[in-house]
């Protein structure tokens, strides 16, 4: 089946740094969506991007569309320990016409030291 | 309330019993989405009710699983015979309608079969 190809998986960062993750997939997308989630709760949306090249800020983090339309990077700008969680990427396939479900990466879990 | 709704929050049942878990949408919202996200995974596609229109079940895993949306509106998510390779959450996601537009979560059900 179609898959997202999400990475790093992990990443252990000190307070204060910033962060870029990012997905991949040999299929094209029409839609990127970024979610966090955080433990025994569903993933909440953050960024979500709808035209190849767009590049969209939500405060300290900003993803981007890529042209190719096969991949996007999220990044987090002077990271604070609140931004621990898992980081989705998601999208829909482009098939010509609107479709349900998304595709997700298999996360990246972030680790921020005070 | 304002968020997807999911109940039960935890569910602990034996091997081979029949569970079921429910979804209230976001008011309004026309399309209804189940995942079901193992540990330290990702999310995977289950079932996809849009209006009144036939739900696409291309992700449900077996004839086991099964999904139900009365008056457009709440939906029940069926597992019966349920095996200890069930054991997952199970997240209910809802949008305004078709389209991508963005998925927004409910904070799912933990589900572990003993």
């Known amino acids: 089946g179609q898959q997202l190809n999400q990475s790093p998986q992990s990443m252990f960062i000190q307070e204060g740094e910033d962060v870029s993750m990012n997905c991949t997939s040999s299929s094209i997308f029409n839609t990127w969506l970024w979610y966090k989630q955080e433990p025994g709760e569903g993933p909440v949306l953050l960024i979500a991007?709808?035209?190849?090249?767009e590049l969209t800020s939500n405060g300290r983090l900003t993803a981007q569309f890529g042209i190719t339309r096969k991949d996007s990077f999220l990044n987090i700008s002077a990271s604070i320990p609140s931004d621990v969680g898992i980081y989705f990427c998601?999208?829909?396939?482009?098939?010509?016409?609107?479709?349900?479900?998304?595709?997700f990466g298999k996360g990246t879990k972030l680790s921020v030291k005070p | 309330g304002a968020g997807v709704s999911q109940s039960p929050s935890n569910k602990v049942t034996e091997k081979g019993k029949d569970v079921e878990l429910r979804c209230d949408p976001i008011?309004?919202?026309?399309?209804l989405y189940w995942y079901r996200q193992s540990l330290g995974q990702g999310l995977e596609f289950l079932i996809y009710?849009?209006?009144?229109?036939?739900?696409?079940k291309s992700g449900l895993p077996s004839d086991r699983f099964s999904a139900e949306r009365t008056g457009g509106s709440v939906s029940t998510l069926t597992i019966q015979r349920t095996q200890q390779e069930d054991s997952a959450v199970y997240l209910c996601a809802s949008t305004m309608g078709e389209g991508n537009q963005p998925q927004h979560f409910g904070d799912g059900t933990r589900l572990s079969i003993l």
């Open positions: 998601a999208g829909h396939l482009d098939y010509g016409g609107s479709q349900g479900n998304l595709i």
């Open positions: 008011s309004g919202h026309t399309a």
């Open positions: 991007l709808y035209k190849a090249g």
């Open positions: 009710f849009q209006g009144n229109s036939a739900p696409d």
